[in-house]
């Protein structure tokens, strides 16, 4: 398993040392760490198994898959959830997979669960309140559960070169790479895809060899060049929504937890600014890969279409790539996104109230803004 070993010395060392000695800060980041170290290790025994019990992951075959990709709070999780729907044709990532990508871990973990089933439903129990009691604050903004699509962060956490570091460890220009792998070296951008693969591979292999791949990123907005080289016949949708709303979202996923470990963080302190920048710099990098893409392997629609015709923005996915939709499937995504209408999010944020400004965001992404005419929200 890869590891990139500069990225989580140096986050050790600013979390320890880099910052005023408080003993809040130094027990929660070593009890996450002492859990990622666990699992880490567990996985890696997993994935040595592997070889031994499935040695034919490694032929499996990895052809023209789907990803989306799109800075955070873009609408992803959503079209996920809509396109996963045709089982039929796709093999989506559900979020414990993520968790465990071995295919001996998995098979036990399946194992477990049907005799729980069968007998007590205990491991079912203990999921359920797991997911209502860690992860149940995010229903409103991202609703996550562990037999759901979820993104790909769960494989890049063994990594260390995932955003999802920033929540423990905030401190994004130091850890720029953690969030931007197209700037790490390229022998380290090589063995992180390298892993990736071998990831979705075990995936396919257990959970439909002959279907196409369906995978969500956002961290992957900052990695688009490493994924083209990897994969070169993949198929990318990237989700396209006003800066002025995602960024400012994002943040306010993450603010609570930045001072749930440290309160002294304040909201429109360095960390947000910090982050906020790495958004933009995905925004922009996105952009300049939409301008070369070739049209037969990227597609890019817009957040606003998303929304307000669920549906025919999914449809226009399969005509655009040539996908089979079948007439279940079809009735599926129409049913989900009727329902999707009536949805009314709790989650309220502003720009300002993170120390983001007009002129800012004009500094960072203007021409952006003016090509597709977003708007500047007022703060």
Request: hydrophobic fraction near 45%.
């Amino acid at each position: 398993m890869y590891l990139n070993l500069g990225l989580i010395t140096k986050a050790l060392y600013l979390s320890y040392f880099g910052k005023p000695f408080q003993l809040r800060r130094w027990v929660i980041v070593s009890f996450f760490m002492y859990l990622l170290c666990l699992f880490w290790i567990v996985v890696a025994i997993g994935r040595a198994l592997d070889h031994i019990l499935y040695p034919g992951f490694r032929r499996q075959k990895i052809l023209r898959p789907v990803f989306i990709i799109a800075p955070p709070r873009s609408g992803t999780s959503f079209l996920q959830k809509l396109l996963a729907k045709n089982r039929h044709t796709f093999a989506p990532v559900l979020m414990y997979q993520t968790i465990f990508p071995s295919i001996t871990l998995q098979k036990l973990i399946h194992a477990i669960a049907d005799a729980s089933q069968k007998k007590t439903h205990l491991l079912f129990d203990i999921a359920s309140w797991i997911e209502r009691h860690c992860f149940g604050g995010w229903d409103g903004m991202h609703k996550m559960r562990f037999a759901q699509p979820e993104e790909d962060n769960g494989f890049f956490v063994y990594t260390f070169v995932t955003e999802a570091i920033y929540l423990l460890f905030p401190f994004v220009r130091a850890l720029w790479g953690a969030g931007f792998a197209d700037d790490l070296p390229p022998a380290q951008r090589r063995r992180l895809m390298h892993y990736y693969r071998s990831c979705l591979q075990r995936h396919l292999y257990l959970n439909g060899p002959d279907k196409i791949l369906l995978s969500k990123g956002t961290q992957l907005s900052g990695s688009i060049l490493s994924l083209r080289e990897e994969f070169p016949d993949a198929r990318v949708i990237t989700v396209l929504r006003n800066p002025a709303e995602s960024i400012a979202s994002h943040i306010s996923v993450f603010y609570p937890v930045w001072k749930w470990i440290d309160p002294s963080i304040l909201k429109n302190g360095t960390e947000s600014r910090e982050y906020a920048e790495l958004a933009a710099a995905w925004f922009r990098h996105l952009e300049q890969r939409d301008a070369r893409a070739r049209s037969d392997c990227y597609l890019r629609i817009f957040y606003r279409d998303l929304v307000t015709d669920s549906a025919e923005t999914v449809r226009s996915i399969y005509r655009h790539f040539h996908i089979p939709l079948t007439p279940l499937a079809n009735r599926q995504i129409t049913a989900d996104a009727r329902r999707a209408v009536d949805f009314k999010s709790s989650h309220h944020y502003t720009m300002a109230e993170y120390g983001l400004s007009p002129a800012w965001l004009r500094s960072q992404l203007g021409p952006l803004m003016k090509k597709h005419r977003f708007k500047i929200l007022p703060t």
